[in-house]
């Protein structure tokens, strides 16, 4: 049984920095998109970034709203996903979401990846976590 546990979430003033990980367990597959997605209550939900592994390593892909101010890094050893956020506005304001690609992985990981900065559809994570705060105020 896959399971994604987000944590790190807060309060936290414009201008400063968070850092969100994300403990998988229960996950497999070696080839795969992973990522983080946020929403606010009353809106669409967002891409923010997305990590790609495979034959090439792992590969970073940042919305723009998340382009220079967030990180998406992976610990394998400890099964955890980051998203470390800086320069943090009060729009960045959301609940936070770690996924997973999910079967039958049709489309290549960085495919998959590439519809997060795009801003595409987030029909390929079939795997989600509980989601964590992340409120910023000016």
């Known amino acids: 049984q896959v399971q994604l546990v987000e944590s790190g979430g807060g309060s936290v003033q414009a201008g400063g920095s968070v850092t969100l990980s994300c403990v998988v367990s229960?996950?497999?597959?070696?080839?795969?998109?992973m990522g983080w997605f946020r929403q606010v209550p009353g809106k669409e939900r967002e891409g923010v970034a997305g990590i790609a592994t495979g034959s090439g390593g792992g590969t970073a892909y940042y919305a723009d709203s998340a382009e220079g101010r967030f990180t998406i890094s992976q610990d394998n050893a400890k099964n955890t996903l980051y998203l470390q956020m800086s320069s943090l506005k009060p729009e960045d304001t959301a609940m936070y979401y770690c996924?997973?690609?999910?079967?039958?992985?049709?489309?290549?990981?960085?495919?998959?990846?590439?519809?997060?900065?795009?801003?595409?559809?987030?029909?390929?994570?079939?795997?989600w976590g509980q989601g964590t705060q992340v409120t910023v105020s000016s």
């Open positions: 996924a997973a690609e999910s079967p039958p992985f049709l489309s290549p990981a960085q495919t998959v990846c590439e519809n997060i900065k795009n801003g595409g559809s987030s029909e390929n994570f079939g795997y």
């Open positions: 229960g996950y497999t597959y070696s080839r795969y998109c």
